[in-house]
């Protein structure tokens, strides 16, 4: 399917503008935090009782980040999400929280390829729906507050897919997106910049 590792994706400018539009700056943040069950690839969780996931996790949770004197803080239902490129929303799907919001990207140097952010349990906003184009920073959605468990905090699910090949949108839900077959998936580590680090 080709070999996602060897391409460049632009790094984004997502946590300035996620710290700026949620105004995280009164807590002094200096990173994301992540915790094991949290990353890319993960085989647990990181709520509850800390079980197996069906199957690895296809991308990354962001609910905690570190601030002043390196006191823990977390988002809540009222995050704003701001998109990660430029592009187009292509599907909006249920997931297990809330709605999944799928954007395409296009980038000179990915040769034609499909480059795809999602952005999880969220409640999309007003105008955001299929075929809207979005810039950079633009605030696609806000999170979902998790219903009937105290277990688990609200938090963004992100994911990162790439195909070399265009993919037919009509057929993305969670199945596919996990599926090595259909997409190749990358680590938002790889373009969230230093900050995370």
């Known amino acids: 399917m080709g070999n996602p590792d060897t391409i460049f994706f632009p790094k984004s400018p997502f946590t300035d503008v996620f710290v700026r539009e949620n105004d995280l700056n009164k807590h002094g943040f200096t990173s994301w935090v992540l915790y094991p069950g949290m990353e890319s690839g993960a085989e647990n969780t990181w709520w509850g009782e800390k079980g197996a996931r069906i199957r690895p996790h296809e991308g990354m949770d962001l609910c905690f980040y570190r601030g002043v004197a390196d006191t823990i803080f977390h988002i809540d239902e009222r995050a704003k999400i701001p998109a990660m490129y430029d592009g187009v929303v292509v599907k909006i799907i249920n997931d297990f929280i809330g709605k999944t919001i799928i954007m395409k990207h296009s980038f000179p140097d990915i040769n034609g390829g499909t480059f795809l952010t999602l952005y999880g ?11 809207r184009s979005i810039k950079a920073g ?4 806000t999170l979902v507050a998790p219903r009937g468990s105290k277990a688990i905090l609200p938090h963004l699910h992100l994911t ?8 037919n949108t009509d057929i993305l839900d969670w199945t596919t997106i996990g599926n090595p077959d259909a997409v190749q998936l990358i680590n938002p580590l790889r373009v969230l910049g230093l900050s995370e680090k």
């Open 121 to 131: 349990h969220t409640n999309a906003g007003q105008g955001i729906g299929i075929d």
């Open 138 to 141: 633009e605030i696609i959605a």
């Open 160 to 167: 990162l897919a790439w195909s070399p090949e265009p993919i």
